[in-house]
């Protein structure tokens, strides 16, 4: 874990966060009003497979309205919550809006891509090592 300092306050990138993780979602939401409309129906599917509740009150599920309020660039007393961006992530199949909520604390998403990279890598350190170690051996001979 890194320890933050105590003279430095670098918070500017949490100052951009709503607007960027809602631009993000307008990316992977589309323009299509009918394309909102089943992404509508596909974060309600989600949401209630999983058993999760993204409404406060006595909504069920979230309507075009409600997605739309998330959405809109200007609209600062509707963000939508966390646990609303993860299950809206599932729902379109990009991970671009909980990218830029990890990125505000310096932080990244890795892809399966990434890790079988991070994997090959890790490996061919290995095999350098281990080959380090055989010429070593070989120079005592």
Known sequence: MQQHSLFKDDHGALAGLVPAMRAAMNRAAGADTAGRALLVDRINDIARQAGLRLTTGNAQSISKDTLDKWLAPSDRDHTPSLLAVVVFCAATGDSAPLQMMLRAL?????????????????????????????KMLEVSI
């Open 106 to 134: 310096g932080l990244d998403v890795m892809t399966a891509e990434d890790r079988m990279l991070r994997d090959y890598g890790k490996a061919c350190k290995t095999v350098r090592e281990a080959s380090r170690r055989k």
